[in-house]
Nanobody, 122 residues
Framework: QVQLVESGGGLVQAGGSLRLSCSAS??????MGWFRQAPGKEREFVAA????????IYADSVKGRFTISGDNAKNTVYLQMNSLKPEDTAVYYC?????????????????WGQGTLVTVSS
């Protein structure tokens, strides 16, 4: 059974840091990604990692502040978030593709976690 479980969300002041974790079970994955959805907004891409060559991609809004990493042997991915801003407030979702695809589009990911809430106060 495929299952992705996120943890690490919480309340932090602007300028602070949080580290999100996602543990995946059920099978191995070609890549894993993080998306977020703020109240009243559509889900948007944050970052992704492809285990082959450890390639990473980031949304422009988080480049230089967020870092995605992980251990593919353990099917675990992390999102280190630094210099957080109030506009980073959202529910953060971990996601994985079914096949050997990856990218910034949510349609490329079929497995999703339940989400973890990150709130950044000003």
């Amino acid at each position: 059974q495929v299952q992705l479980v996120e943890s690490g969300g919480g309340l932090v002041q602007a300028g602070g840091s949080l580290r999100l974790s996602c543990s995946a079970s059920g099978r191995t994955y070609y890549a894993m990604g993080w998306f977020r959805q703020a109240p009243g907004k559509e889900r948007e891409f944050v970052a992704a990692i492809r285990w082959n060559a450890r390639a990473t991609i980031y949304a422009d809004s988080v480049k230089g502040r967020f870092t995605i990493s992980g251990d593919n042997a353990k099917n675990t991915v992390y999102l280190q978030m630094n210099s957080l801003k109030p506009e980073d407030t959202a529910v953060y979702y971990c996601a994985a593709p079914r096949y050997q695809t990856w990218g910034t589009s949510a349609t490329g990911y079929v497995y999703w976690g339940q989400g973890t809430l990150v709130t950044v106060s000003s």
